[in-house]
């Protein structure tokens, strides 16, 4: 069982972290921001309505086209500290896959100011934490620091995104590193290879087709060169966002952004063309046979996205037809697996004869690419994957014939509300949130209206999507095919210097 709504939506995600550091500004004194007066809507026993105006989300421009986005939460002495680009491995071009990565790890490797891993130590210094990341869609930086010190990690951030720096033996070290990441999560890891082999075959014309860490010949055929040109073309201020979330008062953090941010010079955002992916005409399968104890077989169905403009659309009036596919493809995905005891649990997990030790489904819904509807599993001993995955099959066909119960759906919403909740406990969960709104270009309140969205989906909607999308036209299928595993054989342990 897996939730189908999270903070960031970070399905497709390669985590990625590096280190370094770098102002180019001298670093503004702590009291710039330090840790503001509680405001009187803030204070214990305001009430709710001036408690939401204490919180409430503030978004800016700055003049050079930079996004500024603020949440104050008032409830530690902290701060979530995120830049995010508007560039992933969907950017880049045939040839050069994992280069959007590579970027992200030299971004640690220094600026006119700073050494290689000065970055990270700095921010240690500061009390902080920190961390990177890259997926298809965008790539991320983060701190998590003392409020007081909000001001120095921005000096520090702001620095290595207008100048990154490093000289050819620094890559040349780290592409290294880069190869060896690859190995241990793809090369040593079954499922990730069967993944890997299933969004090649999935996508003929689409970005998504590459892994965001590369092809290995594509990293062995890498240059600094490569590198830095990917680095300038997107890394500029319109093309990025700053999230900040803690305990900050908003026009302060906005002077500090402009102070830093504000003189980096603006500079236009790479048009990409289109890549629409051509209509599926039969259904596609491919196995892969590598060293694991268990089979395996994953479904990939293609299914329409919600676009970010359909949340924009007034509670009152209906949403495309697209849309609504795509909701309650979301709501689908919920009543096979989004709560403990759900359908392919009940159906495929239990009993003596069980056909599946475990069982899954996830549906994409949003992205800047096109999404799938994932269905999953590992044979129980004695199955096999053709028997699951006809199995799996089954489940989403009975729903096509029977439909689903009003109590099945009410179960699942209140799952959703329950989560969102929960997960605004988290200022990380409410910055990744919020950027990912950013990213996909989606109103900063997208939680609130798509929880709205799905309590709407009825019944009927989720048997009409069940009936219309599942088959052989939209279908890749993928079969992992257990070898036997080299018990002598070593696992391999993280580069020097990887923290991913």
């Known amino acids: 069982m897996k939730p189908i709504l999270t903070a960031a939506w970070l399905g497709w995600a390669l985590q990625a972290a590096a280190q370094v550091s770098g102002p180019a500004t001298p670093p503004a004194p702590p009291s710039a921001v330090s840790t503001p007066a509680t405001p009187a809507a803030c204070a214990p026993g305001a009430s709710s309505a001036e408690s939401k105006a204490c919180t ?15 949440k104050p939460d008032h409830r530690a002495p902290t701060a979530i500290h995120m830049v995010l680009v508007r560039v992933g491995s969907m950017d880049e071009v045939d040839g050069t896959s994992g280069v959007a990565h590579a970027v992200e790890h030299m971004m640690f490797k220094g600026t006119s100011t700073l050494k290689p891993g000065d970055f990270s130590r700095k921010v240690a210094a500061l009390g902080g934490r920190e961390n990177a990341f890259t997926t298809r869609d965008y790539t991320g930086y983060y701190q998590q620091i003392p409020v007081e010190k909000l001001a120095d990690v921005m000096a520090l951030e ?39 082999a299933q969004m090649a075959a999935v996508y003929n014309a689409s970005p998504y087709r590459r892994p965001v860490i590369g092809w290995m010949n594509d ?20 093309n990025a966002a700053l999230v900040v979330v803690g305990d900050v008062d908003p026009d302060q953090v906005l002077a500090l952004a402009q102070r830093h941010y ?9 048009v990409s063309k289109p890549r629409v992916e051509p209509q599926q005409t039969g ?19 293609k299914v329409p996205r919600l676009d970010p403009r359909d949340l924009e659309t007034p509670l009152d009036q209906p949403l495309k ?30 009993g003596s004869n069980r056909l599946a030790d475990s069982a899954d489904a996830s549906n994409g819904l949003i992205g800047r690419g096109p999404q799938l509807f994932m269905l999953s599993g590992v044979p129980a001993p004695g199955k096999s994957t053709a028997a699951l995955r006809d199995a799996l099959r089954e489940q989403v066909a009975k729903i096509a014939k029977d ?45 609130e209206r798509l929880i709205e969205r799905l309590k709407r989906i009825t019944p009927a909607q ?32 993280p580069p020097p210097g990887s923290r991913h």
Do not use: C, H
């Open 158 to 196: 702001s620095d290595r995104f207008a100048g990154n720096r490093w000289d050819d033996d620094e890559f040349k070290r780290e592409i290294e590193v880069i190869k060896e990441e690859r190995r241990m999560r793809t090369d040593d890891s079954p499922r990730a290879q069967l993944g890997e």
């Open 56 to 70: 409430a989300v503030r978004r800016y421009t700055l003049a050079n086209g930079m996004a500024v986005i603020v």
């Open 283 to 301: 259904i596609r399968q491919l196995s892969v046979k590598a060293p694991a104890e268990q089979a395996y077989v994953q479904l990939a169905f």
């Open 321 to 350: 037809p697209a849309a609504t596919d795509a909701l309650s493809l979301t709501v689908l995905s919920a009543v096979l697996d989004g709560y403990s005891g759900a359908r392919l649990f009940r159906a495929l997990t239990q």
């Open 403 to 447: 439909g689903v119960s009003e109590a099945e759906l009410n179960r699942v919403k209140t799952q959703w509300i329950a989560g969102e909740v929960y997960q605004l406990d988290s200022v990380m969960n409410q910055a990744r949130e919020l950027g990912n709104y950013w990213i996909w270009e989606q109103p900063l309140d997208s939680g």
């Open 462 to 493: 989720v048997q009409d999507v069940a009936a219309r999308y599942f088959g052989d036209d939209q279908l890749t299928v993928a079969d992992l095919i257990p070898q036997p595993i080299d018990k002598n054989k070593k696992p391999r342990t």
């Open 262 to 270: 504000g003189g980096i010079p603006a500079a236009p955002v790479p």
């Open 219 to 238: 990293l062995d055929a890498m240059t600094p060169d490569d590198v830095r040109g990917f680095y300038r073309r997107w890394y500029t201020p319109a």
